[in-house]
């Protein structure tokens, strides 16, 4: 990352093919060790999941450049694959428990409860992070940062006429105590 933005896009497209290889390499060993035949969902997902996460890493390469009119269209595109991959994922291995219950008469309750607790924490972690900016911005003074409030718009009305005039975004700025 030293090397400035060049050398951090190439790790990121480093960490991207590590990813695609290591969830080949997982979709090789399952063909290979187990009986796949592809009668239980578990199955079947993970089959469609490997083929969805190659087809994200397609939409990846072919993105089109910033102000293309595409570009929208390939963004919904990129991120509908993205989501669909990582709800299916949780759904998998849901029914991956299910089909080890099936399979070997275990208990997989514990499982099952600690998949949620987990899922339920990542759910959150998600809301949260994309709330963090909103809530620092509200004047919650959670540091020694200084606390932001904003006026989205602030409406003025001439004294000659009867139009109304709106001003910029004020930002008001209050050191923390």
Known sequence: MSHGEECGARLKILFYMVALLLSTAGAVLSFKNFSNSFNNHHQRIGLSLYGIIWLQAIVGFIRPPRGSKRRSLWFLVHWMIGTTVCLLGIINVYT?????????????????AALTVEVCLLALLYLFQDKWAYIRKQGVILGNDPAVRSIDRVVVFPQD???HKETQSISLVRESL
Do not use: C, F, M, P
């Not at 299910?98 to 099952?112: C, F, G, L, N, P």
């Open 161 to 163: 006429n009867n139009k």
């Open 96 to 112: 991956g428990l299910v089909a080890y219950h099936e399979k070997t008469s275990r208990s997989i309750t514990k499982w099952i």
